[in-house]
């Protein structure tokens, strides 16, 4: 027999309208009862009618987020993190993965419009931000993770990518490595050009010179880390040391020095981006710049939820301090 609202209020030991305002999210109700509902709800396998909840402008529950490669690590755990804390509140998560095709972002934006979901979570790189901002016109609240369209207006939560990069640096400048590489993501995107800059920050304060020839473009792939770092060391003057814009990238790298029989660190340094699972497990485990993730997910899914209960105020952007774990892929440099 299918759950109805009665059975969750009888469970519950609350009134019918009660559990309406849990379901609708309204009205003043303590986090304890909302969340015990919740749960209850989850328990009894409740499902109200999400066709009817839309049709009569009411909450369907149900939140969009498009990424651009669920096969990367990173994303993943920002899919995890933001369905965790979703369920937690009481919303079911459709993730679309996009592959950073820009037909494929507008496709399953539209698609989300039209299954009215109450809210949408943007972890690519879009550039349809016409699409975007035409949002607006049909009141669906948009959130940016791990991301930031400046002309874009919408919540947003982010890393400093500059202070990332700039510690990475920093930490192999200190360890004496002058010949530093970096393989960076499309420069169209925000991420990349800050990190480009905390790179150049921490080369300009160890007195050493930005060169063009050790900064290369690379799509987020192991074969394509692997391709961009055989190339870098195959150069006149190779680096003692590269800088991957994620932990795909990096192992990519770690099977170019294996290919080349290089030992790492001894013969070359690598730090990655994101710290992800990959990087622990990865031969030898790989110094990382820490990307927040968890707090992320979560604090972008409490900002859009508040959006979607009608809570007023100005756009707010977060941008969270990430931090080097070191570990056994740098240090000092053999030649100089």
């Not at 009817?52 to 993943?76: Q, V």
């Not at 995107?189 to 050790?214: C, H, N, Q």
Request: aromatic content about 4%; overall charge negative.
């Amino acid at each position: 027999m299918k759950t109805t609202i009665y059975d969750i209020a009888k469970a519950a030991g609350v009134s019918i309208a009660t559990v309406s305002k849990v379901i609708n999210g309204t009205g003043r109700i303590s986090s304890d009862t909302r969340e015990r509902i919740t749960e209850i709800m989850q328990e009894l396998d409740y499902q109200p009618s999400v066709v009817a909840s839309a049709l009569t402008g009411k909450s369907t529950f149900t939140i969009g987020l498009l990424i651009p490669d669920l096969a990367n690590p990173f994303f993943a755990e920002i899919a995890r993190s933001v369905e965790d804390r979703g369920h937690e509140l009481g919303f079911n998560l459709v993730m679309c993965s996009t592959d950073n095709n820009s037909k494929k972002e507008a496709g399953y934006i539209t698609l989300l419009r039209q299954k009215r979901v109450d809210g949408i979570i943007i972890a690519t790189g879009t550039s349809v931000e016409g699409l975007l901002s035409g949002l607006a016109d049909y009141n669906i609240p948009l959130a940016l993770i791990s991301r930031d369209i400046p002309s874009i207006e919408a919540d947003s939560v982010r890393a400093d990518d500059d202070t990332g990069a700039y510690q990475a640096v920093a930490h192999l400048t200190g360890l004496g490595h002058r010949h530093i590489a970096l393989i960076a993501e499309d420069m169209e995107l925000l991420t990349t050009r800050e990190r480009v800059s905390g790179y150049r920050r921490a080369l300009e304060e160890a007195g050493i010179a930005y060169t063009d020839d050790l900064v290369t473009i690379s799509n987020s792939s192991v074969e394509a880390g692997k391709q961009r770092a055989l190339e870098l060391m195959g150069s006149d003057h190779p680096p003692t040391a590269i800088v991957a814009f994620n932990d795909l990238l990096a192992v990519g790298v770690v099977q170019a020095a294996k290919e080349l029989r290089l030992s790492i660190p001894w013969d070359l340094s690598v730090i990655s981006f994101d710290n992800t699972v990959l990087a622990g497990i990865v031969d030898p485990p790989l110094t990382s710049v820490a990307v927040p993730i968890q707090q992320m997910g979560r604090q972008i899914m409490d900002m859009l939820i508040e959006r979607v209960r009608g809570e007023k105020g100005d756009k707010q952007r977060f941008v969270l301090k990430p931090e080097l774990i070191i570990r056994q892929s740098t240090t000092f440099p053999s030649k100089v």
